[in-house]
């Protein structure tokens, strides 16, 4: 169903809509990445954390402006990135496989990694026997469906409700869509959004509670805590 209703605008732009699932509210922007100018942000060229949505537009070249913008995976107290990051082809920290405390080493975990006209998320420990050449790469986690399939850990009944968002891909690396609920959800119910109405086969948990939405199509530009990476599409030039 989500194909349909959402597809037939995403060649050409970035297509941002609000949808309900379930009885929970979601706002879903989807991206072609070989078509859009898809893109990880986290240092200004002074080599400083950018952390905002306005910092990064203030970064771009005259004739470009940020179409699309979400936080884009856990980090530090001083906001540099728990696990794997690399940027423009420049790694910054490397591949986490072990598992941890906190969402991040909910295991399986995954990296959304950007290349050559797609984009995929991958379970870390096939993106660590893939190796796949990433022009922009952010690790997260927990994964929230790996290859069709919920997360092992994440319970129908569950009380723990958060703001959330992530991104699910296609199989064919050619739709990205990003998604932030509205209203404080569940893994699971966050999960199954991705699976049965976004029908995307691998879908990655980006954060909660911090998640922040940037979409000017719809009037909405998020303000809050200080991110750290930051996925976004660049438009104009």
Not at 102 to 110: A, I, T, V, Y
């Amino acid at each position: 169903m989500a194909a349909a209703l959402l597809t037939p605008q995403a060649a050409s732009a970035v297509t941002c809509r609000d949808l309900s699932f379930e009885g929970t509210s979601y706002t879903v922007c989807e991206v072609a990445p070989a078509s859009e100018d898809l893109r990880l942000f986290l240092r200004g060229d002074d080599g400083e954390i950018l952390g905002q949505f306005t910092d990064i537009s203030r970064t771009l070249d005259s004739g470009q402006t940020l179409a699309f913008a979400m936080n884009a995976g856990m980090y530090h107290p001083d906001r540099r990135p728990v696990g794997y990051y690399v940027e423009n082809g420049q790694r910054e920290t490397r591949l986490l496989t072990s598992a941890s405390s906190g969402n991040f080493g909910l295991l399986p975990n995954g990296v959304f990694c950007i290349r050559d006209g797609r984009a995929d998320v991958i379970e870390t420990l096939r993106f660590a026997d893939t190796a796949p050449g990433c022009t922009y790469a952010t690790q997260s986690g927990p994964m929230l469906v790996i290859d069709g399939a919920l997360h092992p850990r994440f319970l129908p009944d569950s009380t723990s409700r958060h703001t959330r968002n992530g991104v699910g891909t296609s199989a064919d690396g050619k739709r990205a869509l990003f998604a932030i609920s509205n209203t404080p959800v569940t893994f699971y119910q966050f999960a199954r959004l991705f699976r049965d109405r976004l029908n995307t086969p691998n879908a990655l948990y980006f954060d909660g509670r911090i998640s922040r939405l940037h979409a000017p199509q719809l009037n909405r530009s998020d303000s809050g805590f200080w991110m750290g990476p930051i996925v976004g599409v660049v438009s104009g030039n």
